[in-house]
Protein backbone atom coordinates (compact mmCIF):
# COMPACT_ATOMS: atom_id res chain seq x y z
CA UNK A 1 0.00 0.00 0.00
CA UNK A 2 1.07 3.60 -1.20
CA UNK A 3 0.96 5.74 2.02
CA UNK A 4 1.66 9.07 2.95
CA UNK A 5 3.28 9.68 6.41
CA UNK A 6 4.33 13.06 6.15
CA UNK A 7 0.87 14.82 8.13
CA UNK A 8 0.53 18.61 9.59
CA UNK A 9 0.90 17.54 12.88
CA UNK A 10 2.13 15.13 15.70
CA UNK A 11 -0.45 13.80 17.31
CA UNK A 12 0.18 13.63 21.38
CA UNK A 13 -1.96 11.85 23.97
CA UNK A 14 -1.92 14.26 27.29
CA UNK A 15 -4.71 12.72 29.77
CA UNK A 16 -6.52 9.73 29.93
CA UNK A 17 -9.86 8.66 32.23
CA UNK A 18 -11.22 5.21 33.49
CA UNK A 19 -14.69 4.34 35.12
CA UNK A 20 -14.60 1.03 37.07
CA UNK A 21 -15.07 -2.45 34.83
CA UNK A 22 -17.83 -4.54 36.10
CA UNK A 23 -20.38 -7.04 35.28
CA UNK A 24 -22.91 -4.40 35.96
CA UNK A 25 -23.00 -0.17 36.64
CA UNK A 26 -25.66 1.56 37.77
CA UNK A 27 -25.17 4.57 36.03
CA UNK A 28 -26.46 5.04 32.23
CA UNK A 29 -23.93 4.86 29.52
CA UNK A 30 -24.23 8.79 29.58
CA UNK A 31 -23.53 9.03 32.98
CA UNK A 32 -20.75 7.01 32.56
CA UNK A 33 -19.00 8.27 29.72
CA UNK A 34 -19.16 11.36 31.84
CA UNK A 35 -17.57 10.64 33.97
CA UNK A 36 -14.79 8.83 32.32
CA UNK A 37 -14.49 12.32 30.22
CA UNK A 38 -14.32 14.58 33.19
CA UNK A 39 -11.59 12.93 34.33
CA UNK A 40 -9.67 12.96 31.35
CA UNK A 41 -9.75 16.78 31.17
CA UNK A 42 -8.97 16.69 34.38
CA UNK A 43 -6.02 14.85 34.43
CA UNK A 44 -5.00 16.59 31.27
CA UNK A 45 -5.56 19.81 32.77
CA UNK A 46 -8.34 21.13 30.45
CA UNK A 47 -12.16 21.80 30.41
CA UNK A 48 -14.48 20.98 28.29
CA UNK A 49 -14.38 24.66 26.38
CA UNK A 50 -11.10 24.20 25.24
CA UNK A 51 -11.95 21.05 22.93
CA UNK A 52 -12.34 21.43 19.31
CA UNK A 53 -14.32 18.40 18.43
CA UNK A 54 -15.02 15.14 20.08
CA UNK A 55 -14.69 11.21 19.18
CA UNK A 56 -17.02 8.23 20.39
CA UNK A 57 -16.91 4.95 20.08
CA UNK A 58 -19.20 1.95 21.26
CA UNK A 59 -19.86 -1.35 20.23
CA UNK A 60 -23.06 -3.19 18.57
CA UNK A 61 -26.44 -0.98 19.90
CA UNK A 62 -28.02 -4.07 20.46
CA UNK A 63 -25.81 -4.50 23.69
CA UNK A 64 -27.62 -1.98 25.78
CA UNK A 65 -30.81 -1.70 23.15
CA UNK A 66 -30.62 1.84 22.58
CA UNK A 67 -30.56 1.62 18.75
CA UNK A 68 -29.07 5.76 17.69
CA UNK A 69 -26.17 5.52 20.83
CA UNK A 70 -24.35 7.84 18.83
CA UNK A 71 -26.49 10.72 19.06
CA UNK A 72 -28.08 9.06 22.36
CA UNK A 73 -24.24 10.03 23.93
CA UNK A 74 -23.62 13.23 23.00
CA UNK A 75 -24.52 14.72 25.99
CA UNK A 76 -22.21 12.42 27.85
CA UNK A 77 -19.15 12.52 25.98
CA UNK A 78 -18.85 15.94 25.74
CA UNK A 79 -20.35 16.81 22.49
CA UNK A 80 -22.87 18.71 22.65
CA UNK A 81 -22.55 21.83 20.16
CA UNK A 82 -19.05 20.06 18.78
CA UNK A 83 -18.25 18.70 15.71
CA UNK A 84 -19.19 15.04 16.85
CA UNK A 85 -18.24 11.52 15.51
CA UNK A 86 -19.30 8.08 16.71
CA UNK A 87 -16.64 5.38 14.72
CA UNK A 88 -17.49 1.77 14.78
CA UNK A 89 -15.97 -1.67 13.82
CA UNK A 90 -16.95 -4.16 16.74
CA UNK A 91 -14.46 -4.74 19.13
CA UNK A 92 -12.00 -2.97 17.37
CA UNK A 93 -14.00 0.05 18.09
CA UNK A 94 -12.17 1.42 21.41
CA UNK A 95 -8.27 1.44 19.14
CA UNK A 96 -9.87 2.93 16.08
CA UNK A 97 -11.87 5.77 18.15
CA UNK A 98 -8.32 6.99 19.15
CA UNK A 99 -7.19 6.57 15.68
CA UNK A 100 -9.95 8.66 14.87
CA UNK A 101 -9.24 11.25 17.75
CA UNK A 102 -5.89 11.29 15.93
CA UNK A 103 -6.50 11.98 12.09
CA UNK A 104 -8.57 14.78 13.18
CA UNK A 105 -5.39 16.49 15.24
CA UNK A 106 -3.27 15.18 12.35
CA UNK A 107 -4.80 16.11 9.19
CA UNK A 108 -4.74 19.82 10.81
CA UNK A 109 -8.78 19.66 11.26
CA UNK A 110 -8.42 20.33 14.95
CA UNK A 111 -5.64 20.95 17.98
CA UNK A 112 -7.71 19.03 20.73
CA UNK A 113 -9.72 16.21 20.84
CA UNK A 114 -11.83 14.45 23.14
CA UNK A 115 -11.82 10.97 22.62
CA UNK A 116 -13.85 8.92 24.85
CA UNK A 117 -15.95 5.12 24.60
CA UNK A 118 -18.17 3.53 26.54
CA UNK A 119 -20.06 0.38 27.01
CA UNK A 120 -22.69 -0.65 29.35
CA UNK A 121 -23.46 -4.86 27.95
CA UNK A 122 -25.53 -5.36 31.07
CA UNK A 123 -28.79 -4.36 30.07
CA UNK A 124 -29.32 -7.41 27.49
CA UNK A 125 -31.18 -10.63 28.89
CA UNK A 126 -31.17 -13.42 29.21
CA UNK A 127 -27.52 -13.14 28.35
CA UNK A 128 -25.71 -10.75 26.26
CA UNK A 129 -24.28 -13.41 23.97
CA UNK A 130 -27.41 -13.68 22.76
CA UNK A 131 -27.50 -10.65 20.97
CA UNK A 132 -24.13 -11.76 19.50
CA UNK A 133 -26.59 -14.40 17.36
CA UNK A 134 -27.41 -11.44 15.27
CA UNK A 135 -24.05 -10.21 13.85
CA UNK A 136 -24.00 -13.79 11.80
CA UNK A 137 -25.52 -14.24 8.23
CA UNK A 138 -29.30 -14.65 8.30
CA UNK A 139 -28.68 -17.25 5.68
CA UNK A 140 -25.91 -19.15 5.79
CA UNK A 141 -24.86 -19.56 10.22
CA UNK A 142 -27.75 -17.98 12.14
CA UNK A 143 -30.17 -21.10 11.02
CA UNK A 144 -27.62 -23.46 12.35
CA UNK A 145 -27.80 -22.20 15.72
CA UNK A 146 -24.76 -19.67 16.10
CA UNK A 147 -23.33 -19.05 19.07
CA UNK A 148 -20.41 -16.49 18.88
CA UNK A 149 -17.80 -18.43 20.80
CA UNK A 150 -18.27 -21.35 18.28
CA UNK A 151 -16.44 -18.98 15.48
CA UNK A 152 -13.52 -18.31 18.54
CA UNK A 153 -12.92 -22.20 19.23
CA UNK A 154 -13.15 -22.76 15.51
CA UNK A 155 -10.28 -20.18 15.34
CA UNK A 156 -8.59 -21.62 18.14
CA UNK A 157 -8.40 -25.00 17.48
CA UNK A 158 -7.39 -24.48 14.26
CA UNK A 159 -4.64 -22.84 15.26
CA UNK A 160 -3.51 -25.28 17.70
CA UNK A 161 -3.84 -27.81 15.06
CA UNK A 162 -1.46 -26.22 12.89
CA UNK A 163 1.14 -25.15 15.55
CA UNK A 164 0.66 -28.34 17.76
CA UNK A 165 0.01 -26.09 20.83
CA UNK A 166 -1.25 -27.14 24.17
CA UNK A 167 -4.23 -26.13 26.23
CA UNK A 168 -1.89 -26.19 29.16
CA UNK A 169 0.41 -23.32 27.31
CA UNK A 170 -2.18 -21.01 26.13
CA UNK A 171 -3.99 -20.98 30.01
CA UNK A 172 -0.77 -19.52 30.86
CA UNK A 173 -2.22 -15.93 29.13
CA UNK A 174 -5.42 -16.57 31.52
CA UNK A 175 -3.20 -17.05 34.79
CA UNK A 176 -0.56 -13.80 33.73
CA UNK A 177 -3.33 -11.44 32.99
CA UNK A 178 -5.80 -12.20 35.72
CA UNK A 179 -3.12 -12.02 38.25
CA UNK A 180 -1.72 -8.61 36.20
CA UNK A 181 -5.04 -7.23 36.78
CA UNK A 182 -4.93 -7.21 40.74
CA UNK A 183 -2.62 -4.00 40.32
CA UNK A 184 -5.44 -2.46 38.25
CA UNK A 185 -7.84 0.17 40.09
CA UNK A 186 -10.40 -0.44 37.29
CA UNK A 187 -10.32 -5.00 37.53
CA UNK A 188 -13.17 -6.68 37.44
CA UNK A 189 -11.70 -10.03 37.73
CA UNK A 190 -8.14 -9.78 38.91
CA UNK A 191 -6.84 -13.20 40.98
CA UNK A 192 -4.37 -15.50 41.53
CA UNK A 193 -5.36 -18.59 39.20
CA UNK A 194 -3.67 -21.88 38.46
CA UNK A 195 -3.57 -23.55 34.88
CA UNK A 196 -5.36 -26.29 36.43
CA UNK A 197 -8.13 -24.03 37.43
CA UNK A 198 -8.32 -22.72 33.51
CA UNK A 199 -8.27 -26.71 32.66
CA UNK A 200 -10.88 -27.72 35.17
CA UNK A 201 -13.22 -24.73 34.40
CA UNK A 202 -16.60 -24.92 32.66
CA UNK A 203 -16.11 -26.60 28.85
CA UNK A 204 -17.96 -24.26 26.70
CA UNK A 205 -17.16 -24.83 23.34
CA UNK A 206 -14.25 -26.96 23.02
CA UNK A 207 -11.51 -26.19 23.53
CA UNK A 208 -12.64 -23.43 24.63
CA UNK A 209 -13.77 -22.89 28.97
CA UNK A 210 -14.95 -20.35 30.62
CA UNK A 211 -11.46 -19.21 32.32
CA UNK A 212 -10.25 -19.18 28.76
CA UNK A 213 -12.58 -15.80 27.75
CA UNK A 214 -13.27 -12.08 29.35
CA UNK A 215 -16.37 -11.45 30.73
CA UNK A 216 -19.31 -9.38 30.17
CA UNK A 217 -19.07 -5.95 31.63
CA UNK A 218 -19.88 -2.58 31.76
CA UNK A 219 -16.99 0.33 32.17
CA UNK A 220 -16.02 3.58 30.02
CA UNK A 221 -12.65 5.32 29.12
CA UNK A 222 -11.92 8.82 27.58
CA UNK A 223 -8.54 10.34 26.41
CA UNK A 224 -7.61 13.93 25.18
CA UNK A 225 -5.21 13.54 22.08
CA UNK A 226 -3.84 17.53 20.88
CA UNK A 227 -1.48 19.00 18.32
CA UNK A 228 2.62 19.21 19.60
CA UNK A 229 1.79 22.71 19.93
CA UNK A 230 -0.68 22.54 22.58
CA UNK A 231 0.46 19.56 23.63
CA UNK A 232 3.62 21.02 25.31
CA UNK A 233 1.61 23.89 26.47
CA UNK A 234 -0.45 21.69 29.09
CA UNK A 235 2.25 19.14 29.81
CA UNK A 236 6.29 18.37 30.15
CA UNK A 237 5.16 14.53 29.29
CA UNK A 238 3.66 14.25 26.28
CA UNK A 239 3.26 10.80 25.01
CA UNK A 240 3.58 10.47 20.65
CA UNK A 241 1.28 8.84 18.91
CA UNK A 242 3.49 7.68 16.14
CA UNK A 243 1.82 5.20 14.16
CA UNK A 244 -1.92 4.23 13.39
CA UNK A 245 -2.97 1.64 11.17
CA UNK A 246 -6.01 -0.83 10.44
CA UNK A 247 -7.52 -3.46 8.04
CA UNK A 248 -10.12 -5.84 7.71
CA UNK A 249 -10.34 -9.35 6.12
CA UNK A 250 -13.63 -10.89 4.54
CA UNK A 251 -16.76 -10.94 6.36
CA UNK A 252 -17.23 -14.58 5.22
CA UNK A 253 -15.38 -16.11 7.94
CA UNK A 254 -15.54 -19.72 7.00
CA UNK A 255 -13.20 -18.16 4.09
CA UNK A 256 -10.14 -16.83 6.27
CA UNK A 257 -6.47 -18.53 7.19
CA UNK A 258 -8.12 -18.92 10.58
CA UNK A 259 -4.36 -19.79 11.60
CA UNK A 260 -3.05 -16.48 11.43
CA UNK A 261 -4.67 -12.92 11.58
CA UNK A 262 -3.52 -11.68 8.45
CA UNK A 263 -6.11 -8.69 8.79
CA UNK A 264 -3.63 -7.63 12.08
CA UNK A 265 -0.45 -8.18 9.92
CA UNK A 266 -1.37 -5.50 7.65
CA UNK A 267 -2.81 -3.36 10.07
CA UNK A 268 0.51 -3.57 12.13
CA UNK A 269 3.19 -2.91 9.25
CA UNK A 270 0.63 -0.01 8.33
CA UNK A 271 1.22 1.41 11.54
CA UNK A 272 5.15 0.18 11.98
CA UNK A 273 5.94 1.86 8.51
CA UNK A 274 4.56 5.35 9.50
CA UNK A 275 6.35 4.62 13.26
CA UNK A 276 9.42 3.76 11.27
CA UNK A 277 9.93 0.71 13.00
CA UNK A 278 11.50 -2.20 11.12
CA UNK A 279 11.93 -4.40 13.77
CA UNK A 280 8.69 -4.49 16.05
CA UNK A 281 9.96 -7.56 18.18
CA UNK A 282 13.54 -5.71 19.40
CA UNK A 283 11.63 -2.09 19.29
CA UNK A 284 8.69 -2.68 21.14
CA UNK A 285 8.83 -1.81 24.55
CA UNK A 286 5.30 -2.95 25.87
CA UNK A 287 2.63 -4.35 24.36
CA UNK A 288 -1.19 -4.19 24.88
CA UNK A 289 -2.77 -6.93 22.30
CA UNK A 290 -6.08 -7.88 22.25
CA UNK A 291 -7.13 -10.51 24.40
CA UNK A 292 -10.70 -11.38 24.75
CA UNK A 293 -9.90 -14.84 25.01
CA UNK A 294 -6.36 -16.30 25.92
CA UNK A 295 -5.84 -17.40 22.82
CA UNK A 296 -5.63 -14.33 21.27
CA UNK A 297 -3.33 -12.83 23.04
CA UNK A 298 -1.15 -15.14 21.27
CA UNK A 299 -2.54 -14.96 17.67
CA UNK A 300 -2.27 -11.24 17.83
CA UNK A 301 1.26 -11.13 18.85
CA UNK A 302 1.72 -13.31 16.01
CA UNK A 303 0.08 -10.99 13.67
CA UNK A 304 2.02 -8.01 14.84
CA UNK A 305 4.94 -9.98 14.16
CA UNK A 306 5.99 -9.74 18.19
CA UNK A 307 6.57 -13.24 17.85
CA UNK A 308 7.07 -15.82 14.92
CA UNK A 309 4.31 -18.60 13.54
CA UNK A 310 4.12 -20.27 16.62
CA UNK A 311 5.83 -18.89 18.56
CA UNK A 312 4.05 -16.93 20.85
CA UNK A 313 3.14 -19.96 23.50
CA UNK A 314 6.56 -20.41 23.91
CA UNK A 315 7.43 -16.74 24.98
CA UNK A 316 5.16 -16.69 27.04
CA UNK A 317 5.81 -20.37 28.90
CA UNK A 318 9.79 -18.93 29.07
CA UNK A 319 8.20 -15.71 31.15
CA UNK A 320 9.02 -13.34 28.30
CA UNK A 321 5.64 -11.59 28.24
CA UNK A 322 5.55 -10.90 32.02
CA UNK A 323 6.14 -7.13 33.35
CA UNK A 324 9.72 -8.12 34.56
CA UNK A 325 9.80 -10.26 30.58
CA UNK A 326 11.73 -8.34 27.81
CA UNK A 327 8.47 -8.50 25.92
CA UNK A 328 6.00 -7.68 28.97
CA UNK A 329 2.35 -8.09 26.89
CA UNK A 330 -0.73 -7.26 28.62
CA UNK A 331 0.97 -5.18 31.70
CA UNK A 332 -2.93 -3.91 32.90
CA UNK A 333 -4.20 -7.69 33.12
CA UNK A 334 -6.15 -6.79 29.35
CA UNK A 335 -9.65 -8.07 28.87
CA UNK A 336 -9.03 -11.15 30.82
CA UNK A 337 -8.19 -9.40 33.84
CA UNK A 338 -9.67 -5.76 33.77
CA UNK A 339 -12.70 -6.56 31.95
CA UNK A 340 -14.14 -5.98 28.56
CA UNK A 341 -16.75 -3.24 28.49
CA UNK A 342 -16.18 -3.85 24.62
CA UNK A 343 -15.09 -0.24 22.95
CA UNK A 344 -14.20 0.77 26.35
CA UNK A 345 -11.38 -1.94 26.91
CA UNK A 346 -9.33 -0.61 23.61
CA UNK A 347 -9.07 2.68 25.64
CA UNK A 348 -7.64 0.93 28.56
CA UNK A 349 -5.35 -0.53 26.13
CA UNK A 350 -4.05 2.58 24.78
CA UNK A 351 -4.65 3.84 28.35
CA UNK A 352 -2.29 2.07 30.04
CA UNK A 353 0.40 2.39 27.49
CA UNK A 354 -0.28 5.98 28.05
CA UNK A 355 0.69 5.43 31.96
CA UNK A 356 3.67 2.86 31.45
CA UNK A 357 5.27 5.23 29.05
CA UNK A 358 4.96 8.12 31.35
CA UNK A 359 5.94 5.46 34.50
CA UNK A 360 2.48 6.01 35.97
CA UNK A 361 1.41 2.71 35.65
CA UNK A 362 2.38 2.32 39.78
CA UNK A 363 2.69 -1.68 41.17
CA UNK A 364 1.64 -2.54 37.07
CA UNK A 365 5.15 -0.51 36.01
CA UNK A 366 7.33 -3.11 33.79
CA UNK A 367 10.72 -3.43 34.80
CA UNK A 368 12.43 -2.29 31.72
CA UNK A 369 12.77 1.06 31.07
CA UNK A 370 9.89 1.60 28.09
CA UNK A 371 10.12 4.21 25.32
CA UNK A 372 7.92 2.43 22.49
CA UNK A 373 4.94 1.00 22.97
CA UNK A 374 1.57 -0.40 21.31
CA UNK A 375 -1.73 -1.03 21.75
CA UNK A 376 -4.26 -3.22 19.75
CA UNK A 377 -7.52 -4.31 19.44
CA UNK A 378 -9.37 -6.76 17.45
CA UNK A 379 -13.38 -7.36 16.39
CA UNK A 380 -15.86 -6.75 13.91
CA UNK A 381 -16.82 -10.97 12.52
CA UNK A 382 -13.28 -11.52 14.09
CA UNK A 383 -11.70 -9.39 11.07
CA UNK A 384 -10.43 -5.72 11.92
CA UNK A 385 -7.04 -5.12 13.64
CA UNK A 386 -6.75 -1.78 14.90
CA UNK A 387 -3.14 -0.57 15.94
CA UNK A 388 -1.46 2.41 17.64
CA UNK A 389 1.95 2.94 18.29
CA UNK A 390 3.01 5.27 21.03
CA UNK A 391 6.20 6.77 21.95
CA UNK A 392 8.21 9.29 24.56
CA UNK B 1 -2.85 5.17 37.18
CA UNK B 2 -1.79 3.41 40.31
CA UNK B 3 -3.76 0.92 42.19
CA UNK B 4 -5.51 2.57 44.66
CA UNK B 5 -7.06 5.13 42.48
CA UNK B 6 -10.48 5.24 43.08
CA UNK B 7 -12.54 5.32 40.16
CA UNK B 8 -16.11 6.10 39.54
CA UNK B 9 -18.69 3.77 39.02
CA UNK B 10 -21.27 1.88 41.33
CA UNK B 11 -21.98 -2.04 40.93
CA UNK B 12 -24.63 -4.11 41.68
CA UNK B 13 -26.10 -6.93 41.28
CA UNK B 14 -28.18 -9.52 39.23
CA UNK B 15 -29.59 -10.12 42.69
CA UNK B 16 -30.29 -6.25 43.55
CA UNK B 17 -32.16 -6.25 40.41
CA UNK B 18 -34.51 -8.99 40.93
CA UNK B 19 -35.36 -7.75 44.52
CA UNK B 20 -36.15 -4.48 43.22
CA UNK B 21 -33.26 -2.58 45.08
CA UNK B 22 -32.39 -1.19 41.66
CA UNK B 23 -34.77 1.28 39.89
CA UNK B 24 -35.12 0.21 36.11
CA UNK B 25 -37.50 0.11 33.23
CA UNK B 26 -37.73 -2.31 30.77
CA UNK B 27 -39.09 -3.35 27.07
CA UNK B 28 -39.49 -6.42 25.05
CA UNK B 29 -38.56 -4.96 21.60
CA UNK B 30 -40.89 -7.11 18.53
CA UNK B 31 -38.90 -6.56 15.80
CA UNK B 32 -39.56 -8.38 12.89
CA UNK B 33 -37.28 -9.04 10.01
CA UNK B 34 -37.38 -10.56 6.22
CA UNK B 35 -34.11 -10.49 4.42
CA UNK B 36 -34.79 -11.24 0.43
CA UNK B 37 -31.78 -13.70 -0.48
CA UNK B 38 -30.19 -11.51 -3.14
CA UNK B 39 -29.19 -12.72 -6.98
CA UNK B 40 -26.69 -14.99 -5.39
CA UNK B 41 -28.07 -16.40 -2.52
CA UNK B 42 -31.79 -17.21 -4.20
CA UNK B 43 -29.83 -19.42 -6.48
CA UNK B 44 -27.87 -20.94 -3.80
CA UNK B 45 -31.01 -22.11 -1.64
CA UNK B 46 -32.95 -23.20 -4.56
CA UNK B 47 -30.22 -25.68 -5.36
CA UNK B 48 -30.31 -26.93 -1.83
CA UNK B 49 -33.76 -28.15 -2.65
CA UNK B 50 -32.34 -30.20 -5.48
CA UNK B 51 -29.59 -31.26 -3.10
CA UNK B 52 -26.85 -29.31 -4.46
CA UNK B 53 -24.34 -27.41 -3.73
CA UNK B 54 -23.69 -24.20 -6.28
CA UNK B 55 -20.86 -21.68 -6.06
CA UNK B 56 -19.29 -18.81 -8.72
CA UNK B 57 -16.39 -18.54 -10.71
CA UNK B 58 -14.69 -15.77 -11.22
CA UNK B 59 -12.23 -16.12 -14.55
CA UNK B 60 -9.80 -13.77 -13.70
CA UNK B 61 -8.08 -15.24 -10.21
CA UNK B 62 -10.01 -18.66 -10.80
CA UNK B 63 -11.42 -18.72 -7.18
CA UNK B 64 -14.65 -20.81 -6.93
CA UNK B 65 -16.89 -18.86 -4.08
CA UNK B 66 -18.95 -20.60 -1.98
CA UNK B 67 -21.38 -19.44 -0.43
CA UNK B 68 -21.66 -17.55 -3.91
CA UNK B 69 -21.48 -14.20 -4.95
CA UNK B 70 -22.37 -12.01 -7.82
CA UNK B 71 -18.49 -10.32 -7.52
CA UNK B 72 -15.20 -11.23 -6.79
CA UNK B 73 -14.12 -9.92 -3.52
CA UNK B 74 -10.33 -9.69 -4.73
CA UNK B 75 -10.58 -8.63 -8.49
CA UNK B 76 -13.86 -6.47 -7.46
CA UNK B 77 -15.23 -7.21 -11.35
CA UNK B 78 -18.41 -9.84 -11.69
CA UNK B 79 -18.12 -13.37 -10.77
CA UNK B 80 -18.56 -14.85 -14.46
CA UNK B 81 -20.06 -18.43 -14.11
CA UNK B 82 -22.26 -20.67 -12.07
CA UNK B 83 -20.38 -23.81 -11.12
CA UNK B 84 -21.62 -27.14 -9.04
CA UNK B 85 -19.23 -27.95 -5.93
CA UNK B 86 -19.29 -31.82 -4.23
CA UNK B 87 -21.40 -32.14 -1.63
CA UNK B 88 -18.32 -33.86 0.34
CA UNK B 89 -15.54 -32.33 1.66
CA UNK B 90 -12.62 -32.20 4.14
CA UNK B 91 -12.20 -30.80 7.65
CA UNK B 92 -10.87 -27.64 8.09
CA UNK B 93 -11.14 -27.04 11.99
CA UNK B 94 -14.30 -28.39 14.15
CA UNK B 95 -15.12 -27.63 17.97
CA UNK B 96 -17.73 -29.07 20.41
CA UNK B 97 -20.65 -27.08 21.68
CA UNK B 98 -22.25 -27.53 25.04
CA UNK B 99 -24.23 -24.47 24.56
CA UNK B 100 -26.74 -22.69 22.49
CA UNK B 101 -27.29 -19.78 20.36
CA UNK B 102 -28.84 -18.11 23.89
CA UNK B 103 -25.87 -19.57 26.43
CA UNK B 104 -28.05 -22.00 27.60
CA UNK B 105 -26.72 -25.78 28.11
CA UNK B 106 -27.49 -28.15 24.85
CA UNK B 107 -29.11 -31.61 25.90
CA UNK B 108 -26.37 -33.41 23.63
CA UNK B 109 -23.07 -31.80 23.25
CA UNK B 110 -23.04 -30.54 19.34
CA UNK B 111 -19.99 -30.80 16.98
CA UNK B 112 -19.57 -27.84 14.04
CA UNK B 113 -16.63 -27.63 11.54
CA UNK B 114 -15.51 -25.15 9.11
CA UNK B 115 -15.47 -27.65 6.04
CA UNK B 116 -13.92 -27.17 2.90
CA UNK B 117 -15.85 -28.75 -0.11
CA UNK B 118 -14.17 -30.41 -3.18
CA UNK B 119 -14.75 -28.48 -6.32
CA UNK B 120 -14.45 -25.29 -4.08
CA UNK B 121 -11.21 -22.96 -4.02
CA UNK B 122 -8.68 -23.91 -1.08
CA UNK B 123 -9.66 -22.16 2.01
CA UNK B 124 -13.23 -21.55 0.62
CA UNK B 125 -15.25 -22.96 3.70
CA UNK B 126 -18.55 -23.38 5.06
CA UNK B 127 -19.67 -23.52 8.97
CA UNK B 128 -21.92 -26.67 9.19
CA UNK B 129 -22.73 -29.64 11.59
CA UNK B 130 -20.87 -32.77 12.25
CA UNK B 131 -22.90 -36.46 12.60
CA UNK B 132 -21.76 -39.47 13.82
CA UNK B 133 -18.57 -37.59 14.95
CA UNK B 134 -16.97 -38.90 18.44
CA UNK B 135 -16.54 -35.58 20.55
CA UNK B 136 -13.37 -37.07 21.79
CA UNK B 137 -12.23 -37.35 18.06
CA UNK B 138 -12.48 -33.53 17.77
CA UNK B 139 -10.44 -32.82 21.21
CA UNK B 140 -7.79 -35.22 20.09
CA UNK B 141 -7.45 -33.65 16.87
CA UNK B 142 -8.82 -36.34 14.40
CA UNK B 143 -11.48 -34.65 13.17
CA UNK B 144 -8.36 -32.18 11.19
CA UNK B 145 -8.70 -33.09 7.92
CA UNK B 146 -11.57 -35.50 7.86
CA UNK B 147 -13.35 -36.64 4.67
CA UNK B 148 -16.79 -36.08 5.20
CA UNK B 149 -20.13 -36.02 3.14
CA UNK B 150 -23.54 -34.29 3.14
CA UNK B 151 -26.68 -35.82 4.87
CA UNK B 152 -29.85 -34.21 3.46
CA UNK B 153 -33.05 -34.34 4.15
CA UNK B 154 -35.55 -35.74 2.22
CA UNK B 155 -36.44 -33.95 -1.02
CA UNK B 156 -39.92 -33.39 -0.26
CA UNK B 157 -38.88 -32.02 2.89
CA UNK B 158 -36.57 -29.93 2.02
CA UNK B 159 -37.30 -25.80 1.91
CA UNK B 160 -34.47 -23.55 0.38
CA UNK B 161 -32.26 -23.35 3.60
CA UNK B 162 -29.15 -24.37 4.73
CA UNK B 163 -30.57 -27.03 6.74
CA UNK B 164 -31.72 -28.84 3.92
CA UNK B 165 -28.22 -30.48 4.61
CA UNK B 166 -28.74 -31.89 8.23
CA UNK B 167 -25.10 -32.12 8.83
CA UNK B 168 -22.05 -33.93 7.45
CA UNK B 169 -20.61 -37.35 8.72
CA UNK B 170 -17.35 -39.43 7.91
CA UNK B 171 -16.71 -40.95 4.73
CA UNK B 172 -15.68 -44.36 5.71
Same mark, same amino acid.
Not at chain 1, 153 to 158: G, K, P, Q, V
Not at chain 1, 236 to 245: C, E, H, L, S
Not at chain 2, 78 to 96: H, L
Given at each position: ??????????????????????????????????????????????????????? @???????????????????????????? @???????????????????????????????????????????????????? @????????????????????????? %????????????????????????????????????????????????????????????????????????? %???????????????????????????????????????????????????????????????????????????????????????????????????????????????????????? @??????????????????????????????????????? | ????????????????????????????????????????????????????????????????????????????????????????????????????????????????????????????????????????????????????????????????????????????
Amino acid at each position: MRMNIHFKNRVACIGAGLTLFRRRLFETPRELAWEAAKQALENAGMELKDIDCVV @FGSAPDAFDGIHMQGEYMVDGAGGYKKP @FTRVYVGGGTGVFSVIAGWWHVASGLCDKVLVVAEEKMSPALPHPQYVFHHI @FDPITDKPLGVNLIWIFALEMHRYM %YKYNIKKEDIALVSVKNKRNALDHPAAQLGAKITVEDVLNSEVLVWPVQRLDISPVSDGAGALILTSEEYAKQ %YTDTPVWIDGVGWNLDTTYWTNRDLAFPKYLYYAGKMAYRMAGIHNPRKEIDVAEVYDPFDYKELHHMEGLQLARKGEAPILTREGVTERDGDLPINPSGGLLGVGNPIAAAGIMKVAEI @FWQLRKEAGKRQVAKDPTTGLAQAWGDLMQIGTVVIMRV | MDKNVKLPGTPYSSDDFKKGKIPYVEDVPKARYTWSAGIAMSRFLEELKNGRIVARKCHECGRVYVPPRMFCSYCFRPTDEWVYVKDTGRVNTAVVSYIGADRGKLGEPLVVAVIELDGASEGMGILHKLGNVDPEDVKNRKVFNMRVRAVWKKPEEREGAITDILYFEPIE
